[in-house]
Nanobody
Framework: QVQLLESGGGFVQPGGSLRLSCGAS????????MGWFRQPPGKERELVAT???????AYADTVKGRFTISRDNSKNTVSLQMNSLKPEDTAVYYC?????????WGKGTLVTVSS
């Protein structure tokens, strides 16, 4: 069974940084695309950043210049470096892996940005 497990969430003050990490287990898939989505309180899940196996990235406009996605294809891991965090970045962050037309999701990790 494919599982994605996130780590690195927590509480941070505005302007601070956090790094999220996600690893895959139960599979030898090399996901075509891995990424991060988030769901702010009371809102729909939204794209944060994705990175294909070939190195193409996509970022939400709201995080461009502040967040950086990276992955290690050999280890099937993906990370998200989040800098200059804002209160509006508060959300549950979900790791995503996509292959063979199927999306796989982690259970999420909470990021809270508050003074």
């Amino acid at each position: 069974q494919v599982q994605l497990l996130e780590s690195g969430g927590g509480f941070v003050q505005p302007g601070g940084s956090l790094r999220l990490s996600c690893g895959a287990s139960g599979t030898d898939f090399n996901f075509n695309r891995m990424g991060w989505f988030r769901q702010p309180p009371g809102k729909e899940r939204e794209l944060v950043a994705t990175l294909t196996r070939g190195g193409n990235t996509a970022y939400a406009d709201t995080v461009k210049g502040r967040f950086t996605i990276s992955r290690d294809n050999s280890k099937n891991t993906v990370s998200l470096q989040m800098n200059s965090l804002k209160p509006e970045d508060t959300a549950v962050y979900y790791c995503n892996g996509f292959i063979y037309g199927v999306d796989y999701w982690g259970k999420g990790t909470l990021v809270t940005v508050s003074s």
